[in-house]
Structure formats: structure tokens, C-alpha cells
């Protein structure tokens, strides 16, 4: 009776040390799992929002961080400092953002609008946006990606449907962006979302494929048209200042000669009036200066000239006929 005794209390302290190995393995293993879910890391462009429970406590900045283990706390990372873009019509891939771009079948239906004029015009385009308070991006509406894409298509349809196909294609595609962007931030604010939109940027816009190729022609047609016009206003630019300066030169040197010769004639005329001033004093000797003045200046004008008097009969004696003439 006694070794059954001794073999009972020898088995109870075996299966005791055996529970007491398991007990400080189950507590080790605790303390393991308590420190690995109590630390957690931030990344740079990041912002964590701390749960406990499911409900918000608050938000933290980058780096290392620790939370209650065991659940108790969830960290979510919301990218803060990170632009994120939503493409609509087309997608890039390897995108990170799973709202990015929706799946290729619906890309058609998402380009093809109607504008105000009733035509038809292939719209693809791209919103930039960014997370600017990450408790109402998660927590005021759900899927807040996908809400921002059916947003943004609604706000873009509106805005073409405004517009003539002409507008959407050519000349209104900068005023669209600007005017999508203001009521895109609108609507975003009034959902209050949590977001910033950065950018509204239209990309390939076209009209339908089946009428493309004609309306291509129209399109080359008006650039050509407005290529002449811009060579005939260069032409007009060069030709027109060119003759209006050689007409105000023109002008110029006929009126300074129309002012010197109107000088001219008055010098001779305040001349004339002094020389008839003096004649009227001498009359004589001024008749007399007057002839030979005018012939001091035309005599050497004359040459060599042989003045004889009405009465010389020989003239040979008189002429040196081995001199040269002049």
C-alpha cells in the first residue's frame, strides 16, 4: 500500500514540474507577443491612426511608436505626404492606390460623354489629390476612393454637358480643369472626405472614333487657315512699317527742301530789297559795280576770248596760231 502511496505522489510531482514548465512557456510566449504587437513603426510619408477597440483615439507622426497589445490598439497608415491620382478612361499599371484606375471594360463607358451641343467626345483625364485629415477619410464615408471616382465622373459629365464639342476638344479644355477642380473641392468639402484635390488635368480628348478621321480634317483645315493668317499679319507687319517710314521720310526731305528753299528765296528777297536800297541811293555807281561784278564772274567762264574793235581790219598779225587752243 505504501509503494502505491509513493508512486501516486511521485507521478503527481512529475505531471506538477510538467505544468510548471508549461506554465512559464505559456507566460514567455505572452510576453513575446505583447512586446511584438505593442511596437510599430510610422514610415515617413505616413500617418498612423490609433483605434482602440474600433474607436479613434488619436493620430501620430512618423517614427517609432507603441500601442496597447493583444488587439487592444490598431494602427491604421494613412500616406498624408504622398499625392495620389485617380485615372479616368485609361490606367497605368502597377499602381499602389486601388482606387487608381477601374478595371479596362469600364473605361469606355467612362470616356464616352455628351456635350451641350449634343455631339459626342471621348474624355479622358486625371485627378490629383491628397489625405489632409485622415480621421474623415476613413471614418466619414465608406470606400472614400471609390466615392471620389463616382464624384469626380459626375462633376465631369456636368461640365462637359455645358459645353459645345468645339469648347471640349480645342479652345475650353484649360477652362474645364479650372472648373472641375472648384466644384470637385466643393462637393469633396461638403462630404467632408478628408481630402485636398491638387489638380483636375485633361488628357487625350477626341470625338468618336466613327467620325475622328472627319472631324481631323476639320481640325487641320482651321489650323492651316490659321497659319495663312498668321503669315499674312507677319507679311502686313514687315510691308506696312517698311512704307509708312520711307513715306515719313519722304515726307521729311520735302519739307526740309520746301524750308530751305523758302529760306532761300527770302534771303534773296531781304538781298534784293538792300541792293535796290542802295541803288535808289547811287543809282550810277551802283549800275556800274552791278556790271562788273556780273561780268568778273562770267568772263572766266568764257574762256580765251580775243576782244577787237569795230575798226581793226587785220586780225591775223594779232593771233598766235602755234599756240595751242585751250
Not at 482606387?99 to 464616352?112: F, G, I, L, T, V
Not at 568772263?299 to 593771233?319: S, T
Amino acid at each position: 500500500m505504501s509503494e502505491f502511496k509513493d508512486i501516486i505522489e511521485a507521478n503527481f510531482r512529475e505531471y506538477r514540474k510538467q505544468f510548471q514548465s508549461a506554465g512559464l512557456i505559456i507566460v514567455a510566449s505572452l510576453i513575446l507577443i505583447g512586446l511584438f504587437t505593442a511596437v510599430y513603426t510610422v514610415q515617413a510619408e505616413m500617418q498612423g491612426v490609433v483605434l482602440r477597440f474600433g474607436k479613434f483615439i488619436t493620430t501620430v507622426e512618423p517614427g517609432l511608436r507603441f500601442k496597447f497589445p493583444f488587439g487592444i490598439d490598431r494602427v491604421q497608415m494613412v500616406p498624408v505626404r504622398r499625392q495620389l491620382k485617380q485615372e479616368f478612361g485609361f490606367g497605368t499599371q502597377g499602381a499602389s492606390n486601388n482606387s487608381q484606375y477601374s478595371s479596362p471594360r469600364e473605361w469606355e463607358h467612362e470616356k464616352n460623354m455628351v456635350t451641350g451641343d449634343l455631339n459626342a467626345a471621348s474624355v479622358e483625364w486625371i485627378v490629383q489629390y491628397r489625405i489632409n485629415d485622415p480621421r474623415q477619410f476613413l471614418f466619414n464615408v465608406r470606400e472614400p476612393g471609390n466615392t471620389l471616382r463616382a464624384v469626380s465622373e459626375s462633376v465631369m459629365r456636368e461640365v462637359v454637358g455645358d459645353r459645345t464639342v468645339d469648347e471640349v476638344i480645342t479652345i475650353g479644355r484649360q477652362e474645364i480643369e479650372v472648373v472641375v477642380l472648384q466644384r470637385l473641392q466643393e462637393l469633396v468639402n461638403k462630404y467632408e472626405m478628408g481630402l485636398s484635390i491638387d489638380q483636375v488635368q485633361l488628357k487625350d480628348v477626341n470625338p468618336p472614333q466613327p467620325v475622328r478621321a472627319s472631324f481631323n480634317e476639320v481640325n487641320q483645315a482651321q489650323q492651316e487657315r490659321v497659319k495663312l493668317v498668321n503669315q499674312a499679319n507677319q507679311e502686313y507687319n514687315k510691308v506696312v512699317p517698311r512704307a509708312r517710314g520711307e513715306a515719313d521720310q519722304k515726307i521729311s526731305a520735302a519739307e526740309g527742301y520746301a524750308l530751305k528753299r523758302i529760306n532761300e528765296a527770302q534771303g534773296d528777297a531781304t538781298r534784293f530789297k538792300a541792293l535796290f536800297s542802295e541803288y535808289e541811293k547811287a543809282p550810277e555807281v551802283t549800275r556800274r559795280r552791278m556790271h562788273l561784278e556780273t561780268m568778273k564772274s562770267v568772263i572766266p567762264k568764257m574762256g580765251r576770248k580775243i576782244i577787237m574793235d569795230e575798226d581793226a581790219q587785220q586780225v591775223l598779225p594779232l593771233l598766235q596760231l602755234s599756240e595751242p587752243t585751250k
